[in-house]
């Protein structure tokens, strides 16, 4: 699991430019949600593709934006402590994902 969060890098993240702190991200939330609900439903299945064990887990669930909705949700949580809030938005939002749905992590 840490090799994954280390590595973490998605073809969604690619079209970003480089990553920003977890509460720069945030406040693009506050700001763009729709956008920020795109990107993060996006980020899922390829994080899920390139670092899960379990390549089709049944705990994430399969509604449009469930799942992206539920990350932002922990991401949000996350961004209220401060040594989460300077740290990647990648990092972060791998954290939640594996936080939010740990089926991810079962061989």
């Known amino acids: 699991m840490a090799v994954a969060l ?3 890098g998605s073809p969604a993240h690619a079209e970003e430019p480089p990553e920003k702190s977890l509460s720069e ?3 693009e ?3 763009n949600p729709d956008y920020c609900r795109a990107f993060t439903h996006a980020f899922i299945p390829a994080f899920i593709e ?3 064990f379990n390549p089709d887990p049944a705990c994430v669930p399969a509604e449009p934006y469930e799942a992206a909705d539920t990350v932002l949700q922990y991401m949000f949580i996350l961004g209220v402590e401060p040594d989460w809030a300077e ?3 990648g ?3 791998a954290e939640a994902v594996l936080d939010s749905y740990p089926c991810l992590t079962d061989e």
């Open 6 to 8: 280390a590595l973490i």
């Open 25 to 27: 991200f945030l406040d």
């Open 29 to 31: 939330c506050a700001g």
């Open 50 to 52: 390139k670092f899960s």
């Open 87 to 89: 740290r990647s938005d």
């Open 91 to 93: 990092l972060a939002m």
